[in-house]
């Protein structure tokens, strides 16, 4: 059964009454001794204090990777010898006194779309097996430069679209489920605590699906505030890269290292620095908060009650909701599937595909036959899908003008079974229509939105909620986000996985 807005409404004000988990949730494992398990910001804190090295923690993170990665298949590639030469670097600067940031001595991981200097990026491909680039991307950079401990490169569906040639990763939750994707072993190695932050991209919600089903923050910031030169393309024009991670501080301690100007990255925008953990402690009370209607249409009814619940509670922080209007975008052409994302992909692959097509999957190859003899007369279409998606990238900002934020479930279902997923390739049907995200909407609006954990289905899987903001406003999306999750607590909450967690016999 699917549940329509005016059912979810319903289940709305009947969950109202649990809407503020009880803060016993914090506590709900033992106090574990095991750092790898501490949120970014705490062990940042403890770095810095003298109270812990970045040896120990990327011995732990690493200690984590070979007991779980067997179970999850989150990382293609464990820069196991760099990640204990990065730390001992970095310890040896704290001893001399010098501190990089919050960031400094903190194991993160990478999507393997994301260039590093001399480890290959594979793109989830066989066609890039052996592909190891000279220089890293703009991100992996800023990351090294703030301190960060390069860990490890995550898997990921194939250039961030269909098929998975490295296997599906599992849900830490519930080693039946998916993960989510694209950014799939992104989402599953914060969630299990095999590093402390992760960078995934985000196309069309490829950070914000896997930040929902594994029960983590998950944030997509304004078109071009974080650059993604270095970075294997999907659609130039939607793709986002953002940062994975256990709570909301640690969220805004990752945008404040990776945002900011490349003037060789086509899509980066000058903006002002900000300081975004800053922003998190401004008042949320005065915020007024949006419902787009279609959002709430055909959602799972367990994803209705756990975000009716979490609505009712963002209702009881600020000036409560109101229904708002969500412009059209299908005369962009930028839709999923659409022939503007189509074109920009195909630009990217057409010289490889031409020159080896067998090593791309089926589904891809698949995709590249079929439009192929066709991308030539998409010229003028794709050029009058840019026209509207600049127009209404300008315009997009009039929808908040009678609100502050919208917010609404991140996906319309519950992380499927890997059995389901690999049978389709696609969500469990049945499911009509068979939009199941309500991200990809705001990729093509370019406005930040952050998905973060809002409770659980009676069967344990997590559900995700999305805070969306307009253009730069990311210091309003982080700041609610954050009140919510002191007054809920979800993000203490930890997965029951377990050394003797049994692999469940899934084809995946």
Known sequence: ????????????????????????????????????TLPLSEASALLRAGKLTARELTEACLARIATYNPKLNAFI???????????????????????????????????????????????GSLLFAGRVPREDATVTQRLKAGGAVIIGKTNLHEFGMSGAYYGLVRNPWNLEHYSGGSSSGSGAAVCASL???????????????PAAYCGIVGLKATYGLIPT????????????????????????????????????????VEHPAEDYV????????????????????????????????????????????????????????????GPGQEAEYYAYHEEFFRQDASKYMLEERQRFAADAPNHGGYAANYARGLWELQ????????????????????????????????????????????ET??????????????????????????????????????????ALAHAYERAVGWERKLPPLRPDTPMPPTAA
């Open 195 to 209: 590093c402390h932050g992760a960078l995934g991209t985000d196309t069309g919600g490829s950070v914000r699906g």
């Open 391 to 434: 127009k209404l990238r300008r315009t997009i900002d009039r929808s908040f003008t009678a609100i502050d934020l919208m917010v609404m479930p991140t996906r319309q279902i519950l992380a499927p079974r890997l059995d389901d997923f690999q049978r389709s390739n696609a969500d469990p049907t049945p499911h009509e229509p068979r």
């Open 278 to 337: 800053a922003a998190l402690r401004q008042p949320v009370a005065g915020f007024r908060l949006g419902l787009p209607p279609q959002c709430f249409d055909r959602l799972d009814p367990e994803v209705a009650r756990v975000a009716g619940a979490a609505i009712e509670a963002l209702a009881r922080l600020t000036r409560g909701t109101k229904s708002v209007v969500l412009p059209p975008t299908g005369a962009t052409g930028m839709d999923p599937g």
């Open 437 to 478: 995200s309500n991200c990809d909407v705001f990729n093509v609006y370019g406005i930040p939105a952050v998905s973060i954990p809002c409770g659980f289905s009676r069967d344990g899987l997590p559900v995700g909620l999305q805070i969306v903001g307009p253009h730069f406003a990311e210091g309003k999306v982080l």
């Open 1 to 36: 059964m699917k549940i329509t807005r005016r059912q979810f409404a319903g289940l709305a004000a009947q969950a109202a009454l649990i809407s503020l988990a009880p803060r016993s949730l914090r506590a709900n494992s033992p106090a574990a001794p095991d750092p790898a």
């Open 229 to 268: 030169r270095g970075i294997i393309p999907s659609a130039r024009s939607l793709d986002h890269c953002g940062p994975l991670t256990r709570t909301v501080e640690d969220a805004a301690m990752m945008l404040g290292q990776l945002a900011g100007y490349d003037e060789l990255d086509i899509s980066s």
């Open 77 to 123: 590639t464990v820069m196991t010898e760099d990640a204990r030469a990065q730390a001992d670097g970095l310890d040896a600067e704290l001893r001399a006194g010098k501190w990089r940031g919050p960031l400094h001595g903190i194991p993160v991981g990478l999507k393997d779309l994301i260039d590093t200097a001399g480890t290959r990026t594979t793109g």
